[in-house]
């Protein structure tokens, strides 16, 4: 798969850069310790976005296997109500040949009961004049039925066949988004031992810094000592940050109330495949909010993208869905101001985020 070629090439990329920055002395050289945690780490976050088509394709092996499993349903059903009326046909059929014969059609019932099958019994009434009778509409009707019930167990075989195969691709599927997620799970654990690496170095460093500055002037020993207890460098990530994020709207439309419930979710982190409160992914998060609102959506996005009116960018309003990708394999909910709820990839949560951000952007759908 494309994906796949992309996944190694950053891993490739990844490890050179980890490797020529390891040279270098971490106390001298911790600025590009830094660049190469920075870089593992956006390695790691690039190679779970490019496991989200496999994730839709997933989906979407998903919902074709629900519809065959409803017709192999339909098709065992049909399959039972064929075979009750030929039992019921041919025991009409035995009663009325005994009745000819008592009758006096002895001939009739003798061509009849020599027939190999039910056409030549109909040849053998038409011949004898006699293919309006009842008798040959009841064998015309056993005759249909048996058809019938070939040509449902043929498709009833063909949708089993379609099953098996189905569920083959997604157990594959299913392996390789494990496969690369938790190559970039390893390329996460690399960018936390960088940090700590970094830490540590930072950490020596200011200990031989404060150590100098003892030996040069004893009376800055209080200050180099604050100095090396308030350094940035040893604290955590920044804040947030994020701009302004609009408040969720609380009148009683649609989009009002499907915007609500998108929020609700914020905070619920991402799992492939997943459409519930424990883990979603992103068209598990969008099925889900317009569930709240009696309007059913597919769980994959190349399904949604056909459910609804299609808008321009410029028409977008809260409760819009908004797609990326050429392939069409993300998805999110437009809540106004230029920004989106959206359930991103593996390792993040459900989040508000900035519509401009995205350039991969290639159209919105309005559900209802």
Not at 44 to 56: C, S, T
Not at 61 to 82: D, T, Y
Not at 240 to 257: E, L, N, Q, T
Request: aromatic content about 4%; charged content about 20%; overall charge positive.
């Amino acid at each position: 798969m494309r994906y796949r070629f992309r996944l190694v090439t950053l891993i490739a990329l990844v490890l050179s850069l980890t490797a020529a920055s390891a040279v270098a002395d971490p106390k001298d050289k911790v600025a590009a310790k830094r660049a190469a945690a920075a870089r593992a780490h956006a390695a790691a976050d690039a190679l779970r976005a490019q496991v989200e088509p496999a994730i839709e394709a997933y989906n979407r092996a998903a919902v074709q296997l629900g519809v065959v499993l409803a017709q192999m349903k339909e098709n065992r059903r049909a399959i039972g109500v064929v075979k009750a009326n030929i039992a019921r046909s041919q025991v009409d059929l035995g009663k009325k040949l005994a009745r000819q014969y008592r009758n006096g059609d002895p001939d009739v019932t003798a061509a009849l009961l020599s027939a190999t099958s039910l056409d030549q019994m109909l040849s053998q009434l038409d011949m004898m004049k006699r293919s309006e009778s009842q008798l040959a509409g009841l064998i015309r009707s056993l005759r249909d039925d048996q058809l019938a019930l070939k040509r449902t167990q043929k498709a009833l075989a063909r949708a089993q066949k379609l099953a098996k195969d189905l569920t083959a691709r997604r157990a594959a599927q299913a392996a390789s988004i494990r496969s690369s997620l938790a190559t970039a799970n390893a390329l996460e654990a690399g960018y936390r031992s960088e940090i700590g690496a970094l830490l540590a170095a930072q950490s020596r460093l200011d200990a031989k810094r404060a150590r100098d500055a003892q030996r040069r002037q004893a009376a800055l020993d209080a200050a180099a000592n604050r100095a090396v207890n308030n350094d940035p460098g040893l604290g955590g990530s920044g804040g947030s940050g994020g701009g302004h994020i609009p408040k969720p709207p609380i009148d009683g439309r649609i989009a009002s109330r499907v915007v609500a419930k998108a929020y609700s979710f914020i905070g619920i982190p991402y799992v492939w495949g997943g459409a519930s409160t424990s883990g979603m992914d992103c068209s598990g998060l969008t099925m889900l909010v317009y569930a709240s609102v009696d309007i059913s959506l597919p769980h994959y996005t190349g399904d949604q993208w056909n459910v609804g009116s299609h808008v321009s960018r410029g028409d977008l309003a809260p409760g819009d869905l908004v797609f990326f990708g050429s392939d069409l394999h993300h998805v999110a909910l437009y809540i106004g101001s230029g920004q989106i709820i959206e359930a991103p990839h593996t390792g993040l949560n459900v989040r508000v985020a900035s519509l401009g951000d995205r350039t991969d952007y290639v159209g919105a759908v309005r559900p209802y």
